[in-house]
């Protein structure tokens, strides 16, 4: 009688303890699990904020780049050839700037990114100089009022350029906005406004591109 209830008193130690095992491996489980999200979201969220930190990085630095470049530019020129004042004179902005140096050109263009997202906007610089004028007998020249008259139309295309800004789609920067404002200061030599937007490449990722707002970038440069 003793040793049947001692051994069914056993088996039900047995049972109890491996039931109670059982529920400390679910509970064990459980914990490792929610642990685990815990990091996979630590992990995630440090992740995006590191790559949203080197993308505003790269826009920052791409932006001052060209700031810097245009002011010493600018501040250097002799004359600001475009855009073109009206008469009587008013503020005119365009997406094209020319100024000329010792007799040497240069030009930047404010290249937007399209509606289509298919490539970046992007702000480039050439030289541009005189060309034989086609059909012209003899051969001839642009004289300047026509030379003037074509590197400032935005449609002339640029030659030998340099693109100022980061191209890459995922990991540059994009223009979406800009323009170069001539302001007339009546007895003062002339100054320019320029302004521009930069924001991620059009391929970077939309989780990360949509937590960084465009940055503006914008300095007006007078002429020595």
Do not use: W
Not at 30 to 53: E, Q, W
Not at 108 to 132: C, M, V, W
Request: glycine share 8%.
């Amino acid at each position: 009688m003793n040793k049947g209830f001692t051994q069914h008193h056993k088996d039900r130690i047995r049972k109890s303890g491996a039931g109670f095992t059982l529920v400390e491996i679910l509970v064990t489980m459980a914990i490792v699990a929610i642990v685990g999200t815990i990091l996979v979201t630590i992990f995630t969220n440090t992740l995006r904020g590191s790559n949203k930190s080197q993308i505003l990085a790269v826009i920052k630095q791409n932006g001052q780049a060209v700031l810097d470049n245009m002011d010493k530019t600018i501040r250097g020129a002799d004359n600001v050839v475009c855009p073109q004042l009206p008469s009587p004179p008013a503020i005119v902005s365009s997406n094209t700037l020319v100024v000329v140096t010792n007799g040497t050109y240069t030009r930047y263009r404010i290249t937007l990114e399209p509606s289509d997202h298919s490539i970046n906007g992007y702000i480039q610089q050439d030289n541009p100089a005189k060309q034989d004028v086609a059909g012209s007998s003899p051969l001839r020249k642009e004289t300047e009022s026509e030379f003037v008259s074509r590197v400032c139309n935005i449609a002339d295309p640029m030659t030998q350029i340099v693109i100022l800004t980061d191209t890459n789609l995922q990991s540059g920067v994009s223009v979406t906005t800009g323009s170069f404002t001539k302001n007339p200061q009546s007895g003062y030599k002339d100054s320019v406004t320029v302004s521009f937007t930069l924001g991620p490449g059009v391929n970077a990722p939309a989780v990360i591109a949509g937590q960084i707002d465009p940055v503006v970038f914008k300095t007006t440069v007078g002429l020595r």
